[in-house]
């Protein structure tokens, strides 16, 4: 490695934010055809570092070098053309444009009084696009695809430019298994033409499977670099978060009660079809499925966030209708939504009002908010799950993406309910965090909760569920119990083979 | 932990960047004219800015909700002339009620279009200003309005009375500004008030109704209204068909000048009225200086901006905006 | 065949003479078997003022009558209909001259003459209090921009030297025809003019307002107040005997001879060019001789 | 044909369905109550209507690619007026005195680049300062009025200039001068927003400013370009229009904001920004101009005329709503 020159160099980065230091001094780089995994706990300042290199934060202190040269990235514009391509964690598109625009955002082809290059623009995005077998085009608004079309639009930039480096910021964070293969495609063929690859994610098996070098990073401070090939998920789980994690597979079994909550026929226009199952108390319930399988509607509309066009919903027996979220609220369900950013959380809100939010009115002294029970409430679920926040008064909107997912899932665990749904619970959530709140799931499943856990990540609903429900294309396909369940029999249900009905 | 400190020293300034631009202007117009610091103006000014600052605490709930209001100026018209009317025709015990009822109804149809059916504020009111606007040209047939016996009614208490040598109006301003102002920052409303217009959405996922709380905003917006009506009316007796006609947009700068963003979710009801004693101060420190009356928009401009800006300023931590 | 007037007003809703004028008209034009009207309003704005002139040329009504909302924006609009063969009655403030030549008749008020006469009501009681030597006053002025508001402040700024020549005029400021803005001009004014004698207001609306606001600083009694047009408010406030004079307009008549003026110019009627109506002057010394205003 | 496309066409069509309906309204109602014997629908009424349209519609066009780029302007009728007051007074400035009637594009241009640079100006301070559009240009809808005032103080700027009128309301293939400048920046800023990589990029920053700020356009100077842009169309309006009636009063243009902010909504521009379309615009300012020609025609009093302007401009709202509603099984949030 000595004679063969990293594409990109940072070194002793330092960046702070009001009250928080971000970065500490971080060194990284990537050679040329290496893909180089960036890991650690959420807050430990992965998108910072990378925010750094591409321009979006100015450091504090340090030096970014591309080849020999030291370079100041003064913006996105200036970072882009140096050949540094940026896909971001947050999605990162205008959804009223086009496909095409969206790709070749900030850098349109050009003809003269600077009119666009239509032709062009269609030619070179639908030669992507092919590269990336979607089934969408050039001319489709982004605003009609699904959230994980969506994020395939964005990793379609890095293929825009001739970049000499690549950042991925947790792009599988939002897709499925078969988007997957065609994203390490991707990465493969870049690695090819010797472009550098940063890539960061919270999965394990992915950093395992497609990188060479794991740097990992922990509070803002740089904690060591292990070759992939001779490591393993114990030794990094340990750099990352200093201590030995428990992995054991879907530990506690017990007693189930009575039906919490049962789904007869349930239809929703187009959205989903004759669906029918059961939770009972004490139990978790996984819901799997490919994306635009139906799943995340199903739950808006237990939340009394849809109108059922047929079919019953009964709580303990009893047939409910449910039209708002404080009627489902009331009747004990919660609903850890799928979206934090738009649906979860009120950004520009401090952590303690975001996470008593659901129980306000029930908080009170005399006419007025009791201040004293949301901070004891907040204090409670900072500890239990471990959320890294300089304190209460910080706004939300300033918390890493992991810690955020977590101040929703305490705000939803706070209000204590009968039946708890939660919609791809440990997205973008760091893998100590991850087992953390597997087994808060199964412990609140023991505890007497209903649990549902919708997720898009087979190893999540293996481990957590007692049963899995199978969806494709808006239909229940089978029910599997956990030991009968096959990682197989699966993927043949979600893909609308083998289940018990035909699709 | 020094550039630390001096962050929250700097978060402090911005904080209060607010009074601290108060202070300024009072020293600066003081220093121009002595008179302006005197008991009478300061009384004068704060009874004058009574009616606009009782209608921009309303407005401050519907901004921070997320919408906006540009349709106060003309309800307000249409409360003052609807009490004085009332107040012949049926005494000023019942009129007041009256009209009261009749001022809440607009602003529950307001609630109602932006809150339940999502309309859009901006257009709604400005939609509304016009109609209230014909509304009371009908209900007055455009003639002014008049209390016949002027000296015999206990009505001017509100606009011209006085409690201990504070006059009432600046009284009613004040503990309204005080009770709304608890309301807003203490109360479950107040936090729904404040997530529904960070987020609506995830106000909703919360199992926050935001149309309700969206309408009641509308509905505290024309209680406002409705008291400053009372105020004017009592103030005069007598009022043209136009009284409030262009307040909309000088309570909306107030409550701008206060800090409250017009993206929701933002402000104060403390700052926002001391964003109402600055425009009234800025008036009337440039009249007292003789200046012509478009000065005072050429101020009011500079004002504003520089206000909010530095107030941004401030909390990015850099004087000039990001944007590339 | 009956005539087709067409009328576009400068802005009905901004005070109660300009509803009353509006009605009037309406109301005396159902009385005349003769006549049918369309009522437009350009609401204080040219443009739309213009357009409702290029509609009426449009509709082909027999006379047009414009009160205009800028006295020289118009005249384009005006000479369309004169060369369309319309002729065009100006009401309640006139064009400028350049526009003379396209119409057929002014009806109104004269806004110079009544400004000069307010200065000289103002005068006469200074005199009277022996203090025209030494008087000070401020004056409020209308909706700035307007010609009725350039023209009374033009009328009585150069008439006051005149007759009263060692009364200052220390500060003029608009109180856009509204009795509240006239109150706050007039709360500044009193804190900061310890001595004023009198105040001229552009109109009674503002005049009571600037009363309103003297009698809350206790000052009411020193002060001499003069206004224009004598709306009801400033009819009653004389009668309290806290309200010095005025000058006498009715919009009824207004409304009333600028129809007969159209109705005459159409019957080929001789009608002198500037058909002023008169407008007198009103004190408490006289007020009985006129009935209560109705607006 | 894609999928969607055709009630995709319906939601945009809103405002010319509620267009047909004035008509319609406007035609039945005038042959009861309107004294005039042409009907409503005239062939020249309706081109009367196009030329009464382009005060606001000319500004309407430009604030059209404002709130697409997700800023707003309600200092366009100071603008509007500044910029009447520079073509008015310039044309008497003693050094054109020797100009004759060439001082008349020489006053033009003036006008013009006043407005260009005010709006610049709003633009510059909005790129700066950081601070939201609205606030900029509400406190300079005050500033720009202030700064008219000084002019001329209260008085009227005026000066007529009988060749200019002429050319003014001069008619080419039966169109007014002021219906050709509406047409053709109609025509103009269509282009410039579906066309150019200037026009996408507007619409990319007002859809997602992040996501503009990250892909590398630099938003500042695009926001810059497109307030100019509304300034000179201000400029343009006020040039077109005082160029015939040669006087402003130094209130004209006031509410103007208000009026081209309606027409730009009710045309399906989206008030948050990243959507909308120069031909819902047109259709807003025609729907806004007929709705006012039509209560005129039909006799309708000044309070009859604020109430249902008024009560129509939140009608068209709740229609554009009822065509977009999704389905009884959408999200309610
Ligand atoms: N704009 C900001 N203002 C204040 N603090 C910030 C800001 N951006 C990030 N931080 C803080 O910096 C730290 C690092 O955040 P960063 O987003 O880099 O974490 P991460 O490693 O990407 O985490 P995750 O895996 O959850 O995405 C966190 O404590 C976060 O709260
Ligand atoms: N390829 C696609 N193109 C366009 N729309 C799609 C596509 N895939 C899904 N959708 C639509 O997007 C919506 C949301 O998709 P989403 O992925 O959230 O569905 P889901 O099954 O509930 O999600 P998940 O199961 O991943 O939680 C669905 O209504 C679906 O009809
Ligand atoms: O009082 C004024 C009246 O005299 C004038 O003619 O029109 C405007 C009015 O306010
Ligand atoms: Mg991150
Ligand atoms: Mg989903």
Redo the contacts between chains.
Sequence with gaps: MSHVKPVLHLEDIVKTFPGVRALDGVSFSVMPGEVHALMGENGAGKSTLMKVLGGIHQPDGGAIFMGEERVVMSGPLEAKAKGIVFIHQELSLAEELSVAENIYLGELPRKSFGRVDWVTLREKTDAILKKLNVAFNARTRVGDLSIANQQMVEIARALTVDAKAVIFDEPTASLTDAEKVVLFDVIADLQREGVGITYISHRMEEIFKITDRITVLRDGQYQGTLETAETNEEAVTQLMIGRKLDLSRNPSHHELGEIALEVRGLSCGSLYEDVSFHVRSGEVVGFYGLVGAGRTEIAETLFGLRTPSHGTILLEGEDVRLNSPADAIAKGISLVPEDRKGQGLVLGMNCRDNMTLPQVDDLKAGPFVAEGAEISIFDQYRDRLDIRTPGWKQKVGNLSGGNQQKIVIGKWLSMKPSVLIVDEPTRGIDVGSKSEIHKLLRSLAAQGYAVIVISSEMPEVLHVSDRIVAMYSGRVMRTFTSEEVTEDSLIQAISGLGGDKAA | MVTVSRREIGSMLAKQGILIAFALFMIGFTLANAKFLSVDNVFSVVRSSAILGVMALGVTFVVISGNLDLSVGSMMSFSTIVVLDLHDKIGPALAIPAMFAMTLCLGAFIGFLVGYLRLNSLIVTLGMLSAIHGLTLTYSGGQNMDIADKEGTWFSVFGQGAILGVPTPILMFLSLAALLGLVLAKTPFGRKVYAVGGNGTAATFSGIKRARTVFTCYLISAGCVAVAGLIQASRSLGSQNTVGQGLELEVLAAVILGGASLMGGVGTIFKTVIGVLILGFIQNGLLLLGLPFYFQFVVTWIIIILAVWLDIAAKRGKLWSPIA | QSMQIGITQNNVGVDSYQTTYEQAFIAAAEANDDVETVVLDAGGDVARQIAQMEDLIQQEVDAIIIWPTNGEAVIPAVRKASQAGIPVIVTNSNIAEQGFDFVASFSGPDNITQGARSAEIMCDRFKAQGIDGEAQIVQISGQPGYTTAIERAQGFEERLPEVCPDVTLMETQPGDWNREKSQQVMEAFLVKYDDIDGVYAGDDNMGVGALNAAKAAGRAGDITFVGATNFAVGYEAMAAGEYWGSIYQSPVDDAEAALQTAIDVLNGEDVPFLNYFDTPKITQDNMDEFTKPVF | MQPGALSKALKGGAIWGFIVLELIFFSIAGQFL?????AFM?F??ML?LL??SA?IGIIAMGMTIVMVNGNIDLSVGATFAIAAIVLLDSMTWPIFAGLGDWVIPVAWLLALLAGTAFGALNGL?V??????A???T?????????????FN????T?H?NWTL?DF??AEFLGLATASWFLLAVTLGIWLLMT????G??A??IG??R???????????PH?MINFAIIGFLAALSAVV??S?????????G??YE?WV??AV??GGTK?TG??GSVIGTFGGVIAIQLL??GL??I?A??????????????AV??LD?QLNLK???????
């Design positions: 309107s004294l005039s014997d042409t005239d020249d009424n009367l030329k009464q005060p301070i790129w700066k300062t950081g601070v939201d609205f606030i900029v509400l406190g300079s809808m005050l500033g720009y009025r202030g700064i008219v005032f000084l103080g209260e008085n009227p005026s007529l009128v003014a309301e066309r150019t990589v200037h996408r990029n619409y990319a859809d997602n992040e996501a503009a700020v990250n892909a590398g356009i630099r938003v500042g926001m229009f005082y015939e009636s040669g006087s402003v009063n130094p209130n004209d006031q509410l208000l902010i309606t909504v009710l008030i990243g959507a006012r020609k005129g025609h006799g009093d000044t309070s009859t005329v604020n109430l249902v302007i008024g009560l129509i401009l939140i709202l709740f709503r389905g009884k099984e959408a999200l309610r949030i």
